[in-house]
């Protein structure tokens, strides 16, 4: 344990700078924005409750710490440095994430299971990636194990200390995202399944249960009191955020999920997360359910009640994002443990085959995913081919809604560049479409600094039609632009490159997305430019 745990944790904190401060994904950027308002203890309302107060307190008070080591007030306010010491903990939740698993696996089924469960936890690239960004994610799968675990011990022992135990864990979940209230379902389960027959007893219980739901909201005021306190707000912010979760309202960048199948999608991105042992853990989650139903197996129930409700209630959504199905995934590692030890048991050269076999193409994509950590981000590299290639004052044209692309690098500024940023969601009229169809033909070079845009584009033929006609005939290269250069990271290892292009966005985006630069060679005119796109 103490190997995969420092294994798992080199993994995690490796090259946690991995975009050199210039911040590429938004979430990071909106939760360092509210830590630098944050003055202790003066102003302590974040103003933003997409997140709970718990982390972006923590970070703060991290901030002023290393401010005060250091003598340096900037860890205070630079987003950049708050953000990284966000992934520190991120990649510390993490790795204390292997040793809880552990704990939950030993203590269901056997030691075996759990130093397997561990091995193949420290390996997972869905924890590998997330511990490289300054969210919560990292932090509430620790949360979600952890109290899983002690609501185990809660329906074996009916103690008061761990109706506290769980209060505490469950109020700090709810504090740091409200997606935490989900995890309650272990604890209630836990009471209601160890709940013995006599008035005596039921009283007890029930004293311990309020205490716990009193708790339970204290600590969870007290670590993030502004959800409270700017009740408006945070009301607010929720009804915005959950609409935009559910569909009721479309913004940008979930119209990649126009027309995904429910479930069916998030779980053929368990794969990106997981590589090919997401199948085994799946089956293994599956079967668990079929043990737990038929012999009516209260640890297992326990077990299951959160992955099956979480993932039947969040897969539902509209907004299908990969980070949303990961307190998923210890629950799958786990599960499909459970299968591989039962083959084991059963036939122990059959068994020790497919654990082999798992746990090495686990550890495969684990490596080939890492190779993105050890080269430079793709938005760096192609912001230094700009300014060594493109001479200054060339008409640059980039999409309204991604990273605008050169970014500073040292002396080199984007201002000797003439940069048009369109609105490529925009274009339905045929006023808009003449106008891009003019800045086209005055354009030397088109920057895509990711996939985002044209990639969800170019699929909603029926909704975007223009932009999406715009694409297909800039990538066959019928505009007169050649592409003349592409920077991509895919994760590779000994000469075997994954194209990850088919996951969901989210996945490449921001750490290592694909860029690509066109050139204009021909310089159709307008009028040519209007033909071709059939203004």
Request: aromatic share 20%.
């Amino acid at each position: 344990m103490i190997a995969l745990t420092l294994i798992g944790a080199f993994f995690r904190f490796y090259n946690l700078n991995w975009d050199k401060g210039f911040i590429f994904h938004p979430d990071e950027e909106n939760i360092a924005n509210s830590v630098s308002q944050i003055k202790l203890f003066s102003q302590l309302n974040p103003h933003f409750f997409a997140y709970g107060g718990f982390s972006i307190y923590l970070y703060k008070i991290f901030a002023v710490f290393i401010s005060f080591l250091t003598g340096n007030n900037s860890w205070q306010y630079s987003l950049s440095k708050i953000i990284l010491i966000g992934r520190y903990f991120s990649a510390f939740f993490s790795t204390l994430t292997i040793i809880f698993i552990y704990a939950l696996s030993a203590k269901l089924f056997s030691r075996r299971v759990g130093l397997l469960a561990a091995f193949l936890s420290a390996f997972t690239v869905g924890f590998i990636q997330q511990a490289h960004f300054a969210t919560t994610e990292s932090l509430l799968i620790m949360l979600s194990v952890l109290l899983c675990f002690l609501s185990l011990r809660l329906l074996e022992t009916s103690a008061l200390k761990y109706y506290i135990y769980c209060a505490v864990i469950l109020g700090i979940s709810i504090a740091v995202k409200i997606t935490g209230l989900s995890f309650a379902v272990f604890p209630f389960l836990a009471h209601f399944l160890s709940l013995r027959l006599g008035h005596k007893n039921i009283l007890k219980r029930a004293n311990y249960l309020l205490i716990f739901i009193v708790l339970t909201v204290i600590v969870s005021i007290f670590f993030s009191p502004f959800s409270i306190l700017d009740w408006r707000d945070f009301i607010a912010s929720l009804k915005y955020e959950s609409s935009v979760a559910t569909g009721l309202i479309k913004v940008f960048y979930t119209l990649q999920f126009k027309g995904t199948d429910i479930y069916l999608f998030q779980l053929k991105n368990f794969f990106w997360q997981m590589g090919i042992f997401s199948i085994v853990g799946i089956i293994g989650f599956i079967y668990l359910v079929y043990k737990a139903i038929i012999f009516r197996n209260k640890r297992y129930s326990l077990f299951l009640s959160f992955p099956l409700i979480y993932f039947l209630y969040v897969g539902s959504w509209y907004a299908k994002f990969i980070r949303y199905m990961v307190p998923v995934i210890p629950f799958l590692i786990i599960t499909g443990v459970y299968i591989l030890d039962l083959f084991y048991r059963r036939n122990k050269k059959v068994g020790l085959f497919l654990i082999i076999l798992i746990c090495t193409l686990t550890l495969f994509w684990a490596m080939a995913f890492f190779s993105i950590y050890q080269r430079p981000q793709t938005r760096i590299e192609a912001s230094k081919w700009i300014y060594k290639n493109i001479k200054p004052g060339a008409r640059i044209l980039t999409e309204k809604w991604d990273y605008i692309l050169p970014i500073s690098l040292g002396n080199a500024v984007p201002a000797i560049y003439n940069n048009t940023a369109f609105d490529m969601y925009s274009l339905q009229d045929k006023q808009k479409d003449k106008m891009f169809a003019e800045q086209l033909s005055k354009t030397d070079y088109i920057v895509l600094s990711s996939r985002r845009v044209y990639k969800t584009l170019m699929r909603l033929t029926k909704d975007y039609p223009f932009a999406s006609r715009y694409y297909n005939i800039l990538f066959a290269g019928d505009l007169g632009f050649k592409e003349v250069s592409e920077f991509s990271s895919y994760p590779s290892l000994f000469g075997i490159t994954i194209n990850d292009d088919g996951s969901e966005e989210t996945f490449q985006v921001f750490d290592h997305p694909k860029v690509i630069i066109f050139k204009n060679e021909k310089h159709f005119s307008q009028h040519k430019i209007n033909k071709i796109l059939n203004i």
